[in-house]
């Protein structure tokens, strides 16, 4: 559950400002209870032309139990900052600020003084770029977004980092979630659910697709770098690529996470009412603790149909191939599926 807040100027006035806020809480059985908060405020006050004079602070903390926790021998997650600077600006979508800034930590005594700047620029009605630069309660913070999009060809490329439970990761991706009860000898005694299905009383969850190796509800530090591509080649194919690469700190359990990963994607219709779809994925995945290191290969079909104004159905087959360095995670899997929705 969360709530957020998010109050602005507005886009003609020449006295810039905005304020947000954000609380989310997580309920979790096998954990205790993750709250992050976080509040930020930009100012920007007009000095002469297109300059400004920049204030701003931000904040944020989540709230973990210290028995657990562990990131790279650090207990602080929280930080408090302020600053100021200077900021050149033609538009909300078109500006770029640098500021100094003060960073107060709990239980850190001295207080981090750094530079940071915060990019907005919209180069064209097709092509946009997003990207700052600072310190959070980590160490060094950056983000990234370049879009561009043509008549036939879309692109993007993104760097996040997050702090996040598994409920509340905004990606979506294929979970090959198996049920196991205790003490099984591998996948050959599990049952294949779905990414959210509650486990009964002697199962655990597995996912043999990522490099997650149960799906629970562990608090969990991600950087994620991605680059992906479409081309509409007609009016009925469409062709697309994907890379990324992420790494991934559980902050409550000494493990670690690192995986690479490339998919091609192809969507045709064979009408209006029918399309094709055909997708290839490789997932190499690395860690330590109790995170699987190992590779995977999934390849998928489908065939979705719409039957009138109110009903569609799909079928749809999956190989899934993965090479774990446990054997127990090692399996290979032909999956077909069969589904119908209704629209009332």
């Not at 990234?144 to 043509?150: D, G, K, M, S, V």
């Not at 591998?186 to 043999?208: I, M």
């Not at 699987?292 to 979705?304: K, N, P, R, V």
């Not at 719409?306 to 899997?333: I, Q, W």
Request: net charge negative.
């Amino acid at each position: 559950t969360g709530v957020q807040l998010t109050l602005s100027s507005a886009e003609q006035q020449r006295l810039i400002w905005s304020i947000g806020a954000s609380i989310d809480e997580a309920k979790r059985e096998r954990y205790t209870d993750f709250t992050s908060e976080s509040a930020n405020a930009r100012v920007s006050i007009p000095v002469m032309d297109n300059w400004y004079f920049r204030v701003q602070a931000d904040y944020e903390d989540y709230d973990l139990d210290e028995g657990t926790l562990n990131f790279g021998g650090t207990q602080v997650l929280n930080q408090t900052s302020y600053g100021a600077g200077v900021e050149w600006r033609r538009s909300n979508q078109k500006y770029i600020a640098v500021t100094y800034n003060y960073a107060d930590r709990e239980a850190v005594e001295e207080e981090e003084k750094y530079w940071a700047f915060d990019l907005a620029w919209t180069l064209s009605d097709r092509t946009s770029i997003q990207a700052n630069y600072g310190k959070r309660f980590y160490g060094v913070a950056k983000g990234l977004t370049i879009q561009h999009q043509n008549r036939s060809v879309t692109t993007s490329i993104t760097h996040s980092e997050d702090v996040s439970t598994l409920s509340r990761l905004q990606v979506e991706q294929d979970f090959g979630v198996y049920a196991c009860p205790q003490g099984a000898d591998g996948l050959v005694d599990c049952v294949r659910t779905e990414a959210g299905y509650d486990p009964l009383p002697g199962e655990f969850l597995v996912n043999t697709v990522t490099a997650i190796p149960e799906l629970n509800e562990e608090v969990r530090f991600t950087k994620l770098t991605a680059a992906n591509i479409a081309w509409q080649v007609g009016p009925k194919l469409t062709l697309g690529a994907g890379v990324s690469h992420s790494e991934t700190d559980y902050l409550e359990t000494e493990r670690f996470g690192e995986s690479d990963s490339v998919n091609v994607f192809a969507d045709y219709a064979l009408s209006r009412k029918h399309t094709l779809n055909a997708s290839l994925s490789k997932i190499d995945a690395e860690g330590n603790g109790f995170t699987i290191a190992g590779d995977s290969l999934s390849a998928a079909f489908s065939l979705s149909s719409e039957l009138g104004r109110n009903l569609s159905t799909g079928v749809a087959y999956r190989y899934t191939d993965r090479d774990s360095d446990s054997d127990f995670y090692s399996m290979k899997e032909n999956r077909i599926s069969f589904t119908a929705t209704y629209t009332f």
